[in-house]
């Protein structure tokens, strides 16, 4: 009987865990970077977003970038230059990700995480379905920020932009607006009902956007230019650094014909600044 108890009380809490995500009571934040060089005062806002504690530490992620030793020496330097505290490494592989649990448990702890850049399919084929997933979700829910760029935002999405496409021409990326051609994969899944996309405004992304869109008529598109984040706590989202976040949501009337061109109507679009704060569903 006492066993018993003690595997309801398991369930329990593992529940509470479960609703408390999915309703969005997530006491930590999410610093999304849309890539490109990072001022001194986005990498300054980064760290007080995190509101360091006198013992608390920052982690970083490298797993998605091909040069692990470079990335994590120049985020460290900038980071360095706005806080004392220690910053650490892990490069997981897939087996280290569910094994090696003395990095796992210094991951859960961490007060700041930070996810390079590189390719975001990389980083989830390490992460998904692993002790350290788990363990990224609940640092967030204790009160960490998450923060990456580039493929570092990309995951922060469930529903993650992978880059690649199903119908290329020429060579070419997203020449056209179509249904079912943008590939999308599972991501962190710390973001439920939107979808990043990042380089977005330099590399004019907006075909791949609108295809997602269409796709998922039901998620807010959230492209975050170079150099820019948005600061997500909550539902209150918060832009910060030098250029734009473009956000579009909710078209209506959306057809597809026999060779997956698309139209749609009235879909909500706004274009942020430095400052400016919007609010998701």
């Keep these: 009987m006492k066993n018993f108890f003690a595997k309801i009380y398991v369930l329990f809490v593992a529940s509470v865990f479960a609703v408390g995500s999915a309703y969005g009571q997530d006491k930590g934040s999410l610093f999304i970077i849309g890539g490109g060089d990072r001022s001194p005062a986005l990498v300054k806002d980064l760290v007080e977003t995190a ?33 004392q505290h220690v910053i650490t490494s892990f490069n997981f592989t897939k087996e280290q990700a569910n094994n090696s649990q003395s990095w796992i448990d210094s991951v859960q702890n961490a007060r700041l995480i930070y996810i390079t850049g590189g390719d975001q399919n990389k980083f989830m084929d390490v992460v998904q379905g692993t002790k350290l997933y788990d363990a990224l979700h609940l640092a967030y829910r204790k009160g960490a920020t998450i923060s990456g760029t580039s493929a570092g935002a990309a995951v922060m999405s469930q529903l993650m932009i992978t880059g690649e496409q199903h119908q290329k021409k020429d060579g070419d990326s997203f020449r056209e607006v179509k249904s079912k051609n943008a590939v999308t994969a599972q991501g962190m899944g710390f973001l439920t009902n939107a979808i990043i996309d990042q380089h977005f405004i330099i590399r004019s992304r907006y075909n791949r956007l609108l295809s997602v869109l269409v796709d998922h008529p039901d998620k807010t598109l959230i492209g975050i230019d ?35 061109t698309v139209s749609f109507k009235d879909a909500n679009l706004s274009l942020y600044s430095h400052g400016q704060n919007f609010k998701l569903k």
Excluded at 57 to 77: F, K, Q, R
Excluded at 227 to 255: L, M, Y
Aim: glycine share 6%; net charge negative; charged share 20%.
């Design 51 to 83: 509101h360091l504690r006198p013992n608390d530490y920052i982690v970083v992620l490298p797993m998605a970038t091909s040069i692990p030793e470079e990335s994590v020496a120049y985020i460290s330097g900038q980071l360095s230059e706005f806080s």
């Design 226 to 260: 170079e150099g820019t984040a948005i600061v997500v706590t909550g539902k209150k989202v918060r832009v910060t650094g030098d250029s734009q976040v473009i956000v579009v949501s909710a078209p209506k009337k959306v057809q597809v014909s026999d060779t997956d």
